[in-house]
């Protein structure tokens, strides 16, 4: 089974400022057909998750561009340019190479 | 617009049964595999089963199998999870997710609200 680990678990950011939130995984993500198979989510309270960025980097219809995915192999970030106030939630990555799909333990992102 | 409407949660005593149903309204289920997912206070998001789209194959996490049954009727758009022998530590929001059909792309194409499930005496 792939193993995601998060961190940190708990991000206070001051409106404005960017945020960087990690993904480890216990096993390359990388895909034969060269895609890196890492979905980010973010969760507002009371809500479901919500798709930010696909295949690793790739974001989601109506995502602002201040997400922004990167990484490779086991290692990846999401990074948000300027936080805004509507951005509070609990970040998950998921990993769908190997079915059924893992997800990380959350970030809890707040606004400080 | 789309959406996956799950119901059938709510309070029920250890040892007892609940089946949660999912709706797709607008578009066929038919062609994509159904995944039951689960969030929980000890474990967060965990998928709790899957069933093909056709039905011919069904798994189950190792904490519920036994206990829990994943079915579809298509003909109804219809997914459900039969859940029995219910355990406190199964109490959580259970999200029905379906999986997209796009070769390259994310792997859910669409979650559903949520429903609430506890456990308790």
């Known amino acids: 089974d792939i193993l995601l680990t998060q961190s940190p678990l708990s991000l206070p950011v001051t409106p404005g400022e960017p945020a960087s939130i990690s993904c480890r995984s216990s096993?390359?993500?990388?895909?034969?057909?060269?895609?890196?198979?890492l979905d980010w989510y973010l969760q507002k309270p009371g809500q479901s998750p919500q798709l930010l960025i696909y295949?690793?980097?790739y974001r989601a219809s109506g995502v602002p561009d201040r997400f922004s995915g990167s990484g490779s192999g086991t290692d990846f970030r999401l990074k948000i340019s300027r936080v805004e106030a509507e951005d509070v939630g609990v970040y998950f990555c998921?990993?769908?190479?190997?079915?059924?799909?893992?997800f990380g333990q959350g970030t809890k992102l707040e606004i400080k | 617009q789309v959406h996956l409407v799950e119901s059938g949660g709510g309070v029920v005593q250890p040892g007892g049964s609940l089946r949660l149903s999912c709706v797709e309204s607008?578009?066929?289920?038919?062609?994509?595999?159904m995944y039951w997912v689960r969030q929980t206070p000890d474990k967060g998001l965990e998928w709790v089963s899957f069933?093909?789209?056709?039905?011919?194959?069904?798994n189950y996490v190792d904490s519920v199998k036994g206990r829990f049954t994943i079915s579809r009727d298509n003909s109804k758009n219809t997914l459900y999870l039969q859940m029995n022998s219910l355990r406190p530590e199964d109490t959580g929001v259970y999200y029905c997710?379906?999986?997209?059909?796009?070769?390259?792309?994310?792997?859910?194409?669409?979650w559903g609200q949520g429903i609430l499930v506890t456990v308790s005496s």
């Open positions: 997710a379906k999986v997209s059909i796009a070769t390259v792309g994310p792997y859910f194409a669409r």
């Open positions: 607008g578009v066929s289920l038919r062609v994509s595999g």
């Open positions: 069933i093909r789209y056709d039905g011919s194959d069904k």
């Open positions: 096993q390359s993500l990388l895909h034969s057909n060269g895609y890196i198979f």
């Open positions: 295949l690793g980097s």
């Open positions: 998921m990993q769908a190479l190997q079915t059924p799909p893992s």
